[in-house]
């Protein structure tokens, strides 16, 4: 419940301050940093759900949570899926993909912005394996991170263009 409560606000907070100028997105200097990237295993293996912020790199006043949206239930989903997009919410402008490590893929984070009908941002980044501790909610339950000294910035460019 206090994910898609946090979910919720921070849906209708970043429509408001998330779209960038249509000069950022025309000549590719968008770029968003993601912090407190986390993922939830309640098995120990499968991810569950997962959440991680977004934030603006220019200056700018973003800071939005983004957890992956289940319109069912209208609130973060429990039955993760990787290599599926995902609303970041409600009614926002962000979305994403996640495609957990495996074999000789890496993990990687595509993220969207459709700015308007003619601009629709997309970049993605690859990163490490998140750090795994025990989560509290039985044996097998992890909650995994990426280390906050970790620098992750997603360049975004116009996919429309």
């Not at 000069?23 to 098995?43: C, E, H, P, V």
């Not at 994403?96 to 000789?104: R, S, V």
Request: include cysteine.
């Amino acid at each position: 419940m206090k994910f898609s409560l946090a979910a919720v606000a921070s849906t209708l907070m970043a429509t408001a301050l998330a779209a960038p100028t249509t000069s950022a997105a025309d000549d590719g200097s968008t770029s968003y940093q993601i912090k407190d990237f986390t993922l939830r295993k309640l098995n120990g293996k499968d991810i569950s759900t997962m959440s991680f912020r977004i934030l603006a790199t220019n200056g700018g006043t973003l800071d939005f949570e983004c957890v992956p949206y289940d319109p069912v239930t209208n609130g973060a989903t429990e039955n993760f899926q990787g290599d599926h997009v995902y609303s970041c919410g409600e009614n926002t402008f962000f979305s994403f993909n996640y495609i957990p490590k495996h074999d000789t893929q890496t993990n990687e984070l595509y993220l969207w912005q459709n700015v308007s009908d003619t601009v629709t941002l997309g970049g993605s980044a690859f990163l490490d394996d998140p750090i795994c501790r025990a989560g509290g909610a039985g044996v097998d339950d992890l909650v995994c991170k990426v280390p906050e000294q970790v620098h992750f910035v997603i360049p975004m460019r116009n996919l429309l263009a």
